[in-house]
């Protein structure tokens, strides 16, 4: 069993928990996921690592509840446990001095990215970075991604808060300005194919964090293949990191409808949680 | 003169059983058992016992059962094989023990691995004794991967006395035979007790530990004295053919984990779900394809084809579970050959293919398939499940410096399960790529004498 050491509510409906996990928080690198099932029935599910305490022994992750796992997972407090927790899987980003980064984040994919925009600035990188959210309410992690960042764009759907549009928007803007020598995205699917659309006229390269279904996560099922550069590739173990110029996230965004029709079925049977 | 014919074994009803997952098999009654044991004639130089893997004593365990002595029966059984309970469900009795008994030159050989798994399910039933262990030395070994073969290495060390820590990447030990053989065919319980049997011996189980990832084979040489690593093949392959990646379409693996280790027929009491329609085909013909097939009439579909490139004489499943497919309507296409999936909405809607003849004799000693020109026809389906084999899982070749690999991909050993690196051996599918329980087990008990010899030294 892995314990819940503390948990809060980040932005509505997302909440970031963090379990005890000694040999993990150890191991792990920004750019990395686990895989956790809460228990006899559940289902495995990838996370992102979010934040990570080697002394404490303990990792974080952030979630949105979409679904009835992460609702469920929502529900557990405190001293509560699940009853598997796998990782760290898949390669950790690659950091390197590139110069001029731009790190893209939206959504909850804003909390794994902060470890990365972290670690790209103490390698001496120039990192600016971009969050976005629906509204001001669903923004995270602003006061980390400041400080990890050089300068730091919002950019909210409603224009509650910064940019009145897309992340994009602002990357579109910053390229104008100035030279980018690497950008990095984080978040909504559809979010990376935009990033990768902007930068690919530019040729930047731009590196995202694909998050397909996954089951095992180890390299045993293949349910989270993906297509980069006309080559199958398989995210747990080849990625999560892939060259955004390459991967087809048509693809990618019809197999992640997969299961919707289940996925409304486990939902509705979620009696525990009350929301 | 004993009967031509094994005791038949009682079997549940081929249209009532495709409704359900309980197992197809349902075992000898004490009374067929004592009978079908009477067959054996015994012989002084027992070939049988020449063709299993780990070396039962075959005829001794034979005549407890005549004797009525079920409990010497399994104590014979249990010298050599830890998982009998397993191997009498799985096992290729047909190419090994059973093949060489003399009966089976007149007559039908004497059924070996009904009678194991009879004494061993007798056993379970009475409650599984432990045996005495030897002291305890003061040496640890780290087995990496909990399948047969390093549940097998882990069984033999303990009971020698040493430590043992099993590490498994999955939630659940066992293998390929928790996550890949079907319910019906290998009951998740009698997996369970025989995994039990093994923590009993004192073996530790630490689950959700992926070497390679969460420790490094490096850091394992640090703390242990040997180290084993029993991977298995769980790399699935794939056609590489257009439309591989729409929606309805799985690797074996992945459609065999969501079903057995996932429990996804039981969705939505559990949460995995998977998605079965009317019509399915199976690419491949071995007995991974037989047991998606059959997952797949299970999970609700109407019409189940395995397409295959060659014939049904090349066909790599076992021949009994060939006729378990048919039994429960299963249909064939051979000389087949699958070269387009086409879909509708991101979903497969067909499996464009050739059809094939077989020409001459290939590496692999069978006849080649080649296709017929103009023979392209579509067959409409609604769900693919591709399982064409396995490779050996890359992970740890890959995070492990100096660990010599095989052309193929395998782990490479010498003739005692020794790696490149000292102290660290493996076998099973990992050095072998897919092939049998009892074959991981055999490499497994070889292992375990060397890693014996090694820390003694
Ligand atoms: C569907 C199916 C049906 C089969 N039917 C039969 C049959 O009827 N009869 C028969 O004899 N054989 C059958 N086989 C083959 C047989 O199951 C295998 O040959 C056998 O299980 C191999 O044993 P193993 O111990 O080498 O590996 P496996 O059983 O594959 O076990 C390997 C274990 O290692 C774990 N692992 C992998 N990487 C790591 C890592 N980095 N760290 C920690 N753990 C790791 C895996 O999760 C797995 O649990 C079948 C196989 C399949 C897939
Ligand atoms: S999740 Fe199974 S192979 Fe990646």
């Known amino acids: ?275 | 003169m004993p009967s031509l014919k094994k005791q038949p074994m009682s079997e549940q009803e081929g249209d009532k059983r495709i409704h359900n997952f309980d197992e197809v098999a349902l075992g000898y009654t004490p009374e067929q058992a004592i009978t079908e044991a009477k067959r054996c004639l015994q012989c002084a130089k027992p070939g049988c016992t020449q063709g299993c893997p780990v070396g039962i004593e075959i005829p001794a365990f034979i005549r407890c059962i005549a004797d009525e002595d079920f409990e010497g029966a399994i104590r014979v059984i249990k010298k050599r094989n830890n998982l009998p309970a397993i191997c009498g469900r799985v096992c290729p009795y047909e190419n090994q023990c059973e093949k060489f008994c003399v009966l089976g030159k007149k007559g039908e050989p004497e059924g070996i691995g009904r009678l194991e798994r009879f004494v061993a399910d007798y056993e379970r039933k009475k409650g599984i004794q432990i045996p005495e262990k030897a002291e305890a030395t003061d040496k640890r070994i780290a087995i990496v991967g909990s399948g047969p073969a390093g549940l097998t290495v882990a069984a033999d060390l303990a009971k020698l006395g040493h430590d043992v820590v099993i590490y498994e990447a999955l939630h659940e030990s066992g293998g390929v035979l928790i996550y890949g053989i079907p319910e019906f065919r290998l009951p998740k319980d009698v997996v369970k007790a025989e995994i039990e049997y093994v923590k009993q011996l004192g073996v530790d189980i630490q689950t959700n530990v992926v070497i390679g990832k969460t420790i490094s084979i490096d850091e394992l040489r640090e703390e242990f004295d040997a180290i084993f690593i029993g991977t298995g093949a769980g790399l699935p392959h794939f056609m590489n053919i257009p439309g591989e990646n729409l929606c309805g379409i799985y690797s074996a693996n992945e459609f065999l984990i969501r079903t057995n280790l996932m429990r996804a027929y039981k969705f939505p009491e559990y949460d995995t779900p998977i998605k079965v329609g009317k019509r399915v085909a199976v690419i491949g013909a071995g007995n991974v394809a037989m047991d998606s097939a059959r997952v797949a009439l299970r999970l609700g579909a109407e019409d189940v084809r395995i397409v295959y490139r060659r014939s049904e004489k090349e066909m790599p499943a076992r021949a009994e579970e060939t006729a378990h497919a048919k039994e429960e309507g299963i249909k064939f296409e051979f000389l087949t050959n699958p070269i387009r999936m086409a879909g509708e909405n991101g979903w497969v809607k067909q499996l464009e293919c050739i059809r094939m003849k077989l020409g001459e004799p290939d590496e692999s000693g069978r006849r080649k398939p080649i296709p017929i020109e103009g023979s392209e026809f579509a067959l409409d389906v609604d769900t693919v499940v591709v399982a064409i084999g396995q490779k050996p899982n890359p992970l740890i070749a890959k995070m492990t410096k100096g660990l010599r690999i095989t052309e193929k991909g395998a782990v490479w050993v010498d003739e005692n399960g020794r790696t490149s690196i000292e102290g660290v051996f493996a076998g099973g599918d990992i050095t072998t790529g897919a092939a049998t329980v009892i074959e991981a087990m055999g490499a497994g008990k070889k292992a375990a004498r060397a890693i014996h010899e090694h820390i003694s030294r």
Request: glycine residues 10%.
């Open chain 1, 1 to 275: 069993m892995y314990r819940i050491v503390a948990k809060k509510e980040v932005a509505p409906a997302v909440k970031s928990l963090t379990i005890d996990a000694p040999l993990l928080a150890k191991k792990a690198r920004p750019g990395q996921f686990i895989i956790i099932r809460i228990g006899e029935e559940g289902e495995r599910i990838p996370l992102t690592i979010a934040g990570l305490d080697v002394q404490q022994g303990t990792i974080t992750t952030i979630f949105l509840e979409v679904g009835k796992t992460t609702k469920q997972l929502g529900c557990l407090n405190e001293g509560d446990a699940i009853s598997d927790l796998a990782g760290p899987l898949g390669n950790p980003t690659e950091i390197k001095n590139y110069g001029s980064v731009v790190c893209v984040g939206g959504g909850v994919g804003v909390a794994p990215l902060y470890l990365v925009a972290k670690a790209l600035k103490d390698a001496g990188n120039e990192v600016i970075s971009i969050i976005g959210g629906r509204t001001k309410e669903l923004l995270i992690f602003e006061d980390e991604m400041q400080q990890a960042s050089d300068e730091l764009y919002i950019a909210t759907d409603d224009g509650s808060k910064g940019h009145h549009g897309f992340v994009t928007d602002v990357l579109q803007e910053l390229i104008a300005k100035q030279k980018i020598d690497r950008v990095l995205a984080v978040g909504p699917t559809v979010m990376m194919r935009a990033v990768a659309k902007v930068t690919k006229n530019h040729n930047i390269k731009t590196i995202v964090s694909l998050n397909p279904i996954m089951v095992d996560g180890t390299g045993m099922c293949g349910a989270c293949r993906v297509t980069v550069g006309g080559e199958t590739k398989f995210t747990c173990v080849d990625g999560p990191e892939f060259d955004a110029h390459l991967v087809d996230f048509e693809e990618l965004m019809n197999r992640q409808r997969t299961y919707i029709t289940e996925e409304k079925v486990a939902l509705e049977r979620c009696g525990r949680c009350r929301h």
